[in-house]
């Protein structure tokens, strides 16, 4: 994985200082809130509902053991004792004291970490497939591309401002595990037959209160050419994206308004201006890159272990386990494994100091010393050897991870809510858990398949609701906490945007309501459909007359 050189150290050093002399101007009563704000800000550090709340960027979601070590260290110093897996491969802390926050971001200063554009309208965090680099399905790896924008975008005097926030994502894989549609800009990675590699490029997808799905705008575009396509694509937003309503601000906005042939148009015109030679990177940086990146040399090994045969036959959970949250590696005799951050009855997105220590621990035991955050808020082993499975099960379920329900209706999306966050109109958190509890059942779980749940708190869309195959929308009625049920949506490679089905229920409504949905499937499914086939092929009426007129 990439390492800092003396730049980058001298960068997030110099910034941490910085920060420790805006915080002391606050704390003196030098700066006001309204002027500490968009310094906080730039640090990843919000005012939520009761306490700041620390953003801290895992960079294309990519850990090794010493920084998830640390991780957990800031949270038994600094907060409660947990940390909170975000939907942007970033981790939280909800309770940092504002005097110790220039602390912790020394602390991760010296693991090469920082929280630097996790807020702001910038460029923030760029996210990719958690499986990047391990995947059997990967054409390449996008790793360096990630980080390649990353160097691009931190403290881009042009982009540092834009009309708002800006999301990009980057993915190799044939199958989309990066909700690659759902972001301003898009990366998928193509291979041409003559070997060259390069990437489609989408534009204008995002959530929020108006939903779209991200168009294509070049089919093409070599990997070496990609920043300065990248640059061309910023620079029309910046001057021509809306700054006078927020809520218009957008790219996604910009590209429905123009229509996306004139989008099209004006980028590939500012494309021609530039001079690209000083934009994009020469090869020698990009084969830099990709050295950092390069995957670890793991020895070929049977697809066949006794050990692992046995204990599946002698227990079911193990079984379970392995059917739901080991994936298929590039390498024989190796797996993917996926460690579920929503045990029954927890919170989506947390874990423990002592928790991440431990996945920490086997991170550099068993997995090359790396390890993943997912945008559906669990953590992975990428590179983990097929008889090492069992030794894993066991350490993690002693633990309390060994939840078997990766893509099953209990790994949830969650947004925090309205337990935390100051946006919120409804509690996510609550409900995620009496969903969790009344599908407690894994016989019934594996029954019910493939299935995404995906809540969010209010219409910002942080929990992702627009594409989960059932979503569920947090609103205000009247001062009343209240449910939307919307289906239909989805994040992958057939992204399509949720509909809302009728109008909400309360927390306890929902659940039931819920509840009718699933049976409705249960009845209708043919052999081998998905949850989403089946809507598809089905049409919503008859969910709508399931939960409204039963």
């Known amino acids: 994985m990439y390492a800092y050189d003396t730049y980058d150290h001298a960068l997030v050093n110099a910034r941490v200082e910085e ?10 009563g030098e700066l006001t809130e309204e002027e500490f704000r968009p310094l906080r800000l730039m640090n990843g550090l919000y005012l939520q509902l009761h306490a700041y709340m620390l953003r801290v960027a895992i960079p294309y979601g990519t850990l090794n053991s010493a920084q998830l070590h640390t991780l957990a260290d800031i949270a038994d110093k600094y907060d409660k004792g947990y940390g909170h897996f975000t939907t942007r491969q970033n981790i939280q802390y909800n309770w940092p004291k504002l005097v110790e926050t220039p602390d912790i971001l020394a602390d991760l200063a010296s693991v090469e970490m920082h929280a630097i554009q996790t807020s702001g309208n910038c460029i923030r965090n760029v996210t990719t497939d958690h499986f990047a680099g391990a995947a059997k399905d990967e054409l390449f790896d996008t790793r360096p591309h990630g980080e390649l924008i990353r160097q691009w975008s931190t403290f881009h005097p042009e982009f540092s401002f ?39 490029v989408y534009v204008g997808g995002g959530m929020g209160r108006s939903p779209f799905i991200a168009k294509t705008i070049r089919d ?16 029309v937003y ?12 957008r790219i996604k906005i910009l590209v429905h308004e123009m229509g996306l042939d004139a989008y099209k148009d004006a980028v590939e015109k500012e494309y021609a201006l530039l001079d690209k030679s000083n934009i994009d990177a020469p090869k020698a940086e990009l084969e830099r890159l990709y050295r950092y990146f390069l995957p670890p040399t793991l020895e070929v090994l049977s697809e066949d272990d006794e050990e692992v ?19 298929a590696h590039k390498v024989d005799g190796h797996r993917i494994v996926t460690i579920s951050l929503k045990p029954h009855g927890g919170i989506a997105g947390d874990a423990t100091s002592e928790q991440m220590r431990l996945v920490a621990d ?3 035991d068993y997995s090359q010393n790396e390890l993943r955050v997912s945008h559906e808020q669990n953590l992975i082993l990428p590179h983990v050897a097929l008889r090492d499975l069992p030794t894993i099960f066991k350490k993690l379920d002693a633990a309390g ?3 078997a329900n990766a893509g099953l209706m209990t790994d949830m999306i969650v947004c925090p809510g309205l337990d935390y966050c100051s946006l919120a109109n409804a509690r996510s958190i609550p409900l995620s858990q009496k969903i969790a509890k009344r599908f407690d059942d894994i016989a019934r779980l594996q029954d019910i398949g493939e299935l995404k749940v995906k809540i969010s708190g209010c219409i910002n869309s942080c929990g992702h609701h627009h594409a989960g195959h059932i979503g569920i929308l947090g609103v205000d009625k009247k001062g009343v906490e209240n449910y939307q049920l919307l289906l239909g949506g989805s994040g992958g490679e057939d992204a399509s945007k949720a509909k809302i089905l009728g109008r909400g229920f309360d927390e306890d409504g929902t659940v039931d309501a819920l509840e009718r949905v699933i049976d409705v499937y249960l009845r209708s499914r043919n052999d081998g459909e998905r949850f989403l086939d089946t809507y598809r092929r089905i049409g919503e009426q008859p969910f709508k007359e399931a939960v409204y007129d039963h």
């Open 309 to 327: 045969a046995a204990l599946a036959k002698a227990n079911p959970l193990f079984s379970v386990w392995l059917d739901r949250n080991i994936d």
């Open 238 to 249: 910046n001057q021509a994206g809306r700054r006078d309503n927020k809520y218009k601000a």
């Open 401 to 403: 991870l060994s939840t």
């Open 362 to 364: 086997l991170s550099k």
């Open 220 to 235: 093409f575009i070599p990997e070496d050419q990609l920043i300065a396509y990248l640059e061309a694509m910023l620079r």
């Open 162 to 200: 834009l009309p708002r926030k800006f999301k990009i994502a980057v993915a190799g894989a044939t199958v989309d595990r990066a909700a690659l549609r759902w972001h301003d800009i898009a990366l998928q990675a193509i291979i041409k037959e003559s070997g060259e590699r390069g990437f489609e």
């Open 19 to 28: 920060f420790r002399d805006q915080v002391n101007r606050r704390l003196s």
